[in-house]
Each structure stands twice: as C-alpha cells, then as structure tokens.
C-alpha cells in the first residue's frame, strides 16, 4: 500500500480533531520519513514490518490513546519532551505561562520553582530562555520526578528536579517566582470521560468539588516562600478566574491580573507579593 492510501485510509479510522496529522506522524514515526515527503512521494511504499506497526498505531489511536503516548514525546516549546502515562501532556495553551514568565521583572539569577512540575515542561522552557535563572521544580510522584529529571538531562538544561507534595518536602527558601499548572479540574466534570484525558492520571487532573482545592492551597501557602516582590503564576480553567482573583487578593496579592491563553480563554493568573 502507498503511503497516500495509507494516510487516508488512517485518518478516516482516527476521525477526531486532527486525523490527517495524527496519521501522517504515526506513519512519520514507523517509516522514518518525514511529512514532508508524503506529499513529495505519495507513491512510496512501506516495509511489511513499518506497515504492521503503523496499522497497529491507527487502530490504538482511533480508540482514543493520545498521539504523544504512542510517539512517546510531546513537543513544548520547540523542546522535544519525553512523555508517558505517569503526567499530563504538555498542552500549547501552557505556552502561555511561559510567556508571561519571561516578561516579569526578574533579575538574572531569579531564584523559580515550578510546583507540579509533570514532565518538567515550564521548568525547562524556561531554563532555555534563561540559564542564568535559579530552577527548582518538584512533584508528589516519583515517575513524574524521573521523567522530568531525564527531559531536563536530554537537553542539558540546569534544573533542579526533587519529590515533594507542593511545599512540604522543599528546604526553606525564598523565590523570586513560583509558577504551577496545578490539578483545576472539578472530580464530576464530564470532560474526565472524553478524549486524551482518559489516558491521562487523575490525580494531576482532579482538584475536588469545584477544581480548586489545589489552587487555594498553593496561594496561601506561597507568601511563605515568596521574596519581597516576588510573583505566583498558577494556571487554572477558563471559567475560573474570578474565583482564583479572590483568594490572591484575601491572600494579599497585589498587581493581580487573569490573562488568557492562545484561544481568548482566561488560562491563568499571576499576583505580586509585596510584603
């Protein structure tokens, strides 16, 4: 079969939101060829053994696995991260977060923890734009803590990447900047039950009745380990904002602003700790 027939026959079986990619990089993967020359020679054809493989990966795919858990990587911020069922997967819209990051008035050798780090995704976007920067992240799961610390080795990035519940398992310091994709999602919404996130844990998903009993924790607990001037950024649903703006400001945050993510939802919010 050729690669064209291939691609189309694929994506029809994958359906969703993007099919047509989702199979061009599953063929991508088995093949070693790149997209690029699917469209150049549409006329190639496959080894057996590729071939096997790759109907193999449609059909895991078309049954709702993510494209990142059958590659094994997701890309953020132009980094390839090495990705498993242990976190989430790095979305785009978490880009955001980064952006903002790097904008704030920092000094050079600011002193970041990134809590819940995952994959250690934002911790290394950011020590590639920043080498000089200070960079702690941590996470309550021990394979969150071997992923993150074998990305971070994979691109030679200098972070620090140690086990521990939020805070709890951290020596005293103070930061410069604390930033966190934490759990925000409500443990009845109904998108638990559909697409990738089925395959993703539900502990780094799932943050009680309302999807914001991680947040609270995390914006009364950061004042202490916040430097004067020092700033939280903490992603959360688009629908809750004005819920995450009132525990800043009963907190004491100054400077506190939701912004949105790639889509004009509201993704997250940041605060200056001026005390």
């Known amino acids: 079969m050729t690669c064209e027939t291939l691609l189309t026959e694929g994506a029809q079986a994958i359906a969703g939101e993007s099919p047509r990619l989702d199979a061009e990089l599953l063929l991508s993967r088995v093949t070693g060829w790149t997209r690029t020359s699917f469209r150049a020679w549409p006329e190639r054809q496959p080894t057996p053994d590729a071939l096997i493989e790759y109907l193999a990966l449609v059909q895991r795919r078309a049954n709702g696995e993510p494209v990142a858990h059958l590659l094994g990587e997701q890309e953020f911020w132009s980094l390839a991260l090495a990705v498993n069922t242990s976190t989430l997967i790095p979305r785009p819209d978490t880009e955001c977060l980064v952006e903002a990051a790097l904008d704030l008035p920092l000094p050079p050798d600011a002193a970041v923890l990134d809590l819940g780090t995952g994959t250690g995704a934002i911790a290394l976007?950011?020590?590639?734009?920043r080498p000089g920067w200070q960079i702690q992240a941590c996470d309550n799961r021990e394979s969150a803590?071997?992923?993150?610390?074998?990305?971070?080795?994979?691109h030679d990035l200098a972070v620090t990447v140690t086990l521990s519940d939020?805070?709890?398992?951290?020596?005293?310091?103070?930061?410069?900047?604390?930033?966190s994709n934490p759990p925000y999602v409500a443990d009845q919404d109904e998108h638990l039950t559909q697409g990738d996130v089925r395959f993703e844990p539900l502990s780094a998903l799932v943050s009680g009745p309302d999807g914001l009993d991680d947040i609270q924790h995390l914006v009364a607990s950061a004042p202490a380990w916040l430097g004067p001037g020092?700033?939280?950024?903490?992603?959360?649903?688009?629908?809750?904002?004005?819920?995450?703006?009132?525990?800043?400001?009963?907190?004491?945050?100054?400077?506190?602003?939701?912004?949105?993510?790639?889509?004009?939802?509201?993704?997250?919010?940041?605060?200056?700790?001026?005390?």
């Open 125 to 129: 976007a950011l020590a590639s734009e």
């Open 145 to 154: 803590v071997a992923l993150a610390s074998a990305n971070a080795a994979a």
């Open 166 to 179: 939020w805070f709890s398992g951290l020596p005293s310091k103070y930061y410069n900047l604390i930033i």
């Open 230 to 275: 020092g700033w939280l950024l903490i992603e959360h649903g688009y629908n809750q904002g004005p819920a995450v703006r009132r525990l800043y400001s009963d907190a004491g945050f100054e400077q506190i602003e939701t912004r949105q993510d790639y889509g004009q939802r509201d993704r997250f919010t940041l605060g200056r700790w001026n005390l």
